[in-house]
């Protein structure tokens, strides 16, 4: 018996043991199973453009219900309650308006007494006073930051193109005093 995990296989186009190959000894025979694994590609391919084309025209199709059901206004309750929303000024009015102040810095409450600065509009107010990510704000003018909604009042607060004086610490820990100075949102 012979051990049949040793015996080298034979080189493709060979026959095992010396035999003829097929193209010398005649005409090849067809692989049965080559035109049907053609005709099953074909039908995968073929069923996926369809399964594609069924997802983009249903999501093009939810995207249209969903501008319309956010056209009508209001805030739709889960309960099928509709809630009108309140109506808009008119543009004398906005013209009229208080505009919003920002230091063009977005913070979160750090866990701690601070707000912890993430991220930065660049170029912004904060960006041109110094600030980077991982600053901690501890304090604005003569207010002090516990959280980021009292960064947010005291931003509020202040009069746009009027220095400001910011006490920040960084992430490696050294203290420093930053003039900002609060710009105008449009």
Known sequence: MEQTALRPKPM???EPDGAASATESGPARPRPHAARRRGRRLLNVLFAAFAG???V???IGLGAMGATVIGKGGVIDPR?????SPPTPSPSAAASAPAAVTLGVQVMDAGKPGALVVGLHVPGPAQ???LVRGDLLLVFGRTRIDTAADLARAVARARPGAKV???VRHRGGGYQQLTVVPAVVT
């Not at 099928?80 to 009108?84: D, F, Q, V």
């Open 128 to 130: 041109e006073a110094g």
């Open 57 to 59: 025209l249903s999501g």
């Open 165 to 167: 004086k910011l006490t």
């Open 80 to 84: 099928g309650r509709h809630t009108p």
């Open 53 to 55: 084309a069924v997802l």
């Open 12 to 14: 493709p186009g060979r």
